[in-house]
């Protein structure tokens, strides 16, 4: 491919990259990357390469090469949104809770600092129990 053949496709970095060039290589579309102006890369830090890039593909295969990336999402149609659960499912309605009547508040600040008690002294007495009875096996 010349020069003149090419022509660009998207932009894309790091693991991004690789898959975009990928998906076009295993179709059969030669594609080529090429790094951004002015774009500075960590690779002598960290070995990877996650400098911004330029895919460019040949003119005749723009077309199937932008389907391909629209099929794998690298590239989003107007008006697609970004999918937010993995699984497909919708995110429930937020929960509105109402305001609380002050006395119930405070009786449920103090039932729950009572219990919070109670279970630090069964934790603490149940401890002490034990390492009781572990010396007593040893005595």
Same mark, same amino acid.
């Given at each position: 491919?010349?020069?003149? /053949?090419?022509?660009?496709?998207?932009?894309?970095? @790091?693991?991004?990259?690789?898959?975009? %060039?990928?998906?076009?290589? &295993?179709? #059969?579309?030669?594609?080529?990357?090429?790094?951004?102006? %002015?774009?500075?890369? *960590?690779?002598?830090?960290? @070995?990877? /390469?996650?400098?911004?890039? &330029?895919?460019?593909?040949?003119?005749? /295969?723009?077309?199937?090469?932008? /389907?391909?990336?629209? #099929?794998? #999402?690298?590239?989003?149609?107007? #008006?697609?949104?970004?999918?937010?659960?993995?699984? +497909?499912?919708?995110? =429930?309605? =937020?929960?509105?809770?109402?305001?609380?009547?002050? +006395?119930? %508040?405070?009786?449920? %600040?103090?039932?729950? =600092?009572?219990?919070?008690?109670?279970?630090?002294? *069964?934790?603490?007495?149940?401890?002490?129990?034990?390492? @009781?009875?572990?010396? @007593?096996?040893?005595?």
């Amino acid at each position: 491919m010349t020069e003149m /053949d090419l022509k660009y496709l998207v932009s894309a970095s @790091g693991f991004e990259l690789e898959r975009i %060039r990928t998906a076009l290589s &295993d179709n #059969g579309i030669p594609n080529d990357s090429k790094p951004q102006k %002015r774009n500075f890369s *960590a690779k002598a830090v960290t @070995g990877v /390469d996650m400098s911004e890039q &330029d895919v460019y593909v040949a003119a005749q /295969d723009y077309d199937n090469a932008y /389907d391909i990336c629209v #099929g794998i #999402g690298a590239i989003k149609l107007d #008006g697609e949104e970004e999918i937010i659960e993995p699984d +497909g499912e919708e995110a =429930a309605p =937020a929960e509105e809770f109402e305001d609380m009547p002050s +006395g119930k %508040r405070t009786a449920v %600040r103090i039932i729950s =600092a009572v219990l919070f008690i109670l279970l630090v002294a *069964a934790v603490i007495f149940g401890t002490d129990m034990v390492t @009781g009875w572990i010396k @007593g096996l040893f005595s």
